[in-house]
C-alpha cells in the first residue's frame, strides 16, 4: 500500500509559476513510476506528465510541454511538478499517482486545487 499527499495548490495569476509536491510513504518509493493528473470542473481527468523509476525519462501531454516540468526525489520519496507560464486553462485538481508501470496507476492522492486566474 502506498499512501500520496498533495500540496503546494493555490490561486496564482495568469502567467504565474507553482510547484506542486506529492510525499509517498509506505512501498519503496523508487519502485515506481509516478504521475500527475489533473480534472477540471465537467471534464474527465486527464494526464499531465509522468517520470520512470530513476527519473531520466519524463513524460507530457502536449499542453503542458514546455511549461510544466516533472522531478523526483527518490531519498526523500516526493515528486513535484513545478508549473510556470500557467494559464487559465491549467485550473483544475491535480492528482499525484503512482503505478508499477507507466499507465497502470494503482494509487491516487487525495488532490489539489489549482487555480489561475486571468
Known amino acids: 500500500q502506498v499512501q500520496l499527499v498533495e500540496s503546494g495548490g493555490g490561486v496564482v495569476q495568469a502567467g504565474g509559476s507553482l510547484r506542486l509536491s506529492c510525499a509517498a510513504s509506505?512501498?519503496?518509493?523508487?519502485?515506481?513510476?509516478m504521475g500527475w493528473f489533473r480534472q477540471a470542473p465537467g471534464k474527465e481527468r486527464e494526464f499531465v506528465a509522468a517520470?520512470?523509476?530513476?527519473?531520466?525519462?519524463?513524460y507530457y501531454t502536449d499542453s503542458v510541454k514546455g511549461r510544466f516540468t516533472i522531478s523526483r526525489d527518490n531519498a526523500k520519496n516526493t515528486v513535484y511538478l513545478q508549473m510556470a507560464s500557467l494559464k487559465p486553462d491549467d485550473t483544475a485538481v491535480y492528482y499525484c499517482?503512482?503505478?508499477?508501470?507507466?499507465?497502470?496507476?494503482?494509487?491516487w492522492g487525495q488532490g489539489t486545487q489549482v487555480t489561475v486566474s486571468s
Open positions: 499517482t503512482a503505478g508499477a508501470t507507466r499507465g497502470q496507476y494503482d494509487y
Open positions: 517520470i520512470m523509476w530513476t527519473g531520466r525519462s519524463t
Open positions: 509506505g512501498r519503496t518509493f523508487s519502485s515506481f513510476v
